[in-house]
């Protein structure tokens, strides 16, 4: 069964970009729907993005506009590309894989397989 793998956290002033990796280890993403998910101490872990094979897309209100999901060609890595970055986007980020309905996508419960998270830190 493909696991997720996380990669790209780090820590960036505001207004500055990142990208995030999250790769199918063992193999490719298949027709799952692949999405990320962010949390921060204390608080539930929220959606964030969702990539359904290769352009079905959602994004949560807070991010639209400034964050971008991709699938690679390959599809072997799915891509979160976050451009004008605020410190309330600080978080550990985690990609998830499922099948969710759409009435799950953006929920925790729709996905079966987590990957251990990267963290994201925006700060001056």
């Known amino acids: 069964q493909v696991q997720p793998v996380e ?30 998910f962010r949390q921060v101490p204390g608080k539930e872990r929220e959606f964030v993005s ?11 209100d807070s991010v639209k506009g400034r964050i971008s999901i991709s699938r690679d060609k390959d599809n072997r ?3 979160l590309q976050m451009n004008s970055l605020k410190p309330e986007d600080t978080a550990a ?6 099948r969710p ?11 079966n397989y987590w990957g251990q998270g990267t963290q994201v830190t925006v700060s001056s």
Do not use: K, M, N
């Open 77 to 79: 890595a799915i891509y």
């Open 50 to 60: 969702s990539i359904r094979w290769f352009s079905i897309t959602r994004y949560a």
């Open 101 to 111: 309905i759409s009435s799950t996508i953006s929920t925790v419960g729709g996905y």
């Open 93 to 98: 980020y985690y990609c998830a894989v499922g």
């Open 7 to 36: 990669s790209g956290g780090g820590l960036v002033q505001p207004g500055e970009s990142l990208r995030l990796s999250c790769s199918a280890s063992g193999g490719t993403f298949g027709t799952d729907t692949v999405a990320w």
